[in-house]
């Protein structure tokens, strides 16, 4: 158990729409990391947060965003999907001893 | 940012030692490498982390040569359960690009 929960588990949406994933932690942890996971291949750094500020981005547009709030919590929002946004969403989160990051279980997005 | 490149695929059988080697030529000064294991339709599960020389813990080691290019990641005595994908990564944490390569799948056969 890594103490890091995600929400929803699975989710359909439709191309065009929004979408917000949400990623919670134990306390304790203040960098949270959100990849993206394509089936087959090892998981994208999109970006990484660290008190309430994006500290790093890995190659996604703009219509990739996120928020990270006091109470261990974080969001990965969505705009304009694409077929191609469908994928394993996985966040991540950092502890303030060590570089070991503990991920979520995932969010299954599928775009149709 | 340091990449790494593995094996693709390994097969092994249940009670042998598995031995994965990672490359990573360009690592850092302030690269620590990690690995992960990871199951299907799940995240990535930490097992074991390093700077230098070895690092034991109660499921795997580490070996890390002196000049830091490479690291292997030894799983002794591999059960069915170890059936998985092996991620090999190096950096630190804060404001870096993580770089996952496709991983190590590993078989491990009865």
């Known amino acids: 158990e890594t103490g890091v929960t995600q929400s929803p588990t699975h989710l359909i949406k439709t191309r065009g729409q929004q979408v917000t994933l949400r990623c919670s932690s134990q306390?304790?942890?203040?960098?949270v990391s959100w990849y993206q996971q394509a089936l087959g291949q090892g998981p994208q750094f999109i970006f990484q947060?660290?008190?309430?500020?994006?500290?790093g981005r890995g190659n996604f547009p703009p219509r990739f965003s996120g928020l990270q709030f006091p109470n261990y919590s974080s969001e990965l929002n969505v705009n304009a999907l694409e077929l191609d946004d469908s994928a394993l969403y996985l966040c991540?989160?950092?502890?303030?001893?060590?570089?070991?990051?503990?991920f979520g279980p995932g969010t299954r997005l599928t775009v149709t | 940012l340091a990449k790494t490149t593995q094996p693709i695929s390994m097969d092994s059988y249940e009670g042998q030692e598995v031995n994965i080697t990672c490359s990573h030529n360009n690592i850092a000064t302030n690269d620590y490498i990690t690995w992960y294991q990871q199951f299907p339709s799940q995240g990535p599960r930490f097992i074991i982390q390093g700077y230098k020389t070895k690092v034991t813990n109660e499921v795997a080691s580490l070996f890390i040569p002196a000049d830091r290019k490479s690291s292997t990641l030894s799983l002794p005595r591999v059960s069915l359960s170890d059936t998985a994908v092996y991620y090999c990564l190096v950096g630190t944490t804060y404001g870096q690009n993580f770089v996952f390569g496709p991983g190590t799948r590993l078989s491990v056969l009865p």
């Open positions: 991540a989160w950092t502890g303030t001893s060590s570089y070991e990051q503990y």
């Open positions: 306390s304790g942890h203040n960098t």
């Open positions: 947060y660290y008190r309430e500020e994006e500290n």
